[in-house]
């Protein structure tokens, strides 16, 4: 990383279904817009007012890449936090120019809603899948009960197992994430 990067923190909303793209030699990635509009209190309104949106383009790269496509949904709360740069190129109209922010991290803003963190399982290329055979066990280990598959679920262990307590623990019941419509969840990994 460069001395020089221009770091910054955004927090908004996504805009756009994110987009996932792999290639056989490209490194995949995932890419969204996300909005951000300030809002101000004005005086002479006696009343909040919202300022102008600024939309930016977020790229995330490898395997950040697939959670954030298999979490992030368009409308849901977002924080990034990355390197922001300039992309240029030629429309119709003329030269073109818009924000990106390379993500480093991201992720929901809990200000909005309730998540659930999954891990994700990374098995190594040429090494046997565990759990994939008669038993559907989708490579999971049946060992480990934190193992889950990336869009298969965050499978818990059973109450008691990891020291958790059993029912109306929060972090063991209830619902995983809400969002404001009530039809859908936040979390989708």
Same mark, same amino acid.
């Given at each position: ?23 056989? +030699? ?32 977020? @790229? ?13 949904? @368009?409308?849901?709360? &977002?924080?990034?936090?990355? =390197? ?11 030269? =073109?120019?818009?924000? &990106? ?14 998540? +659930? ?12 899948? &565990? ?24 499978? =818990? ?33």
């Amino acid at each position: 990383m460069s001395t020089n990067d221009l770091t910054v923190t955004l927090v908004g909303w996504v805009g756009t279904e994110p987009r996932h793209y792999t290639g056989a +030699t490209a490194t995949p990635f995932t890419s969204f817009r996300m909005a951000n509009t300030r809002r101000y209190f004005d005086r002479a309104q006696d009343a909040w007012a919202d300022g102008r949106t600024e939309w930016f383009t977020v @790229k995330v790269w490898r395997q950040s890449a697939l959670n954030v496509a298999s979490s992030l949904r @368009k409308g849901d709360p &977002v924080l990034v936090h990355g =390197r922001l740069s300039t992309e240029q190129w030629e429309s119709p109209e003329g030269p =073109r120019t818009s924000l &990106v922010l390379e993500a480093l991290a991201i992720g929901p803003d809990l200000t909005y809603g309730r998540a +659930t963190f999954a891990r994700t399982v990374h098995v190594a290329p040429g090494t046997p899948d &565990v759990g994939s055979g008669e038993d559907g066990g989708g490579g999971r280990d049946a060992d480990d009960p934190w193992a889950s598959d990336l869009l298969g679920g965050g499978d =818990r262990p059973p109450a008691g197992e990891d020291g958790a307590g059993g029912a109306g623990d929060p972090a063991t019941s209830g619902p995983a994430v809400e969002a404001d419509d009530g039809d859908r969840e936040l979390d989708r990994v």
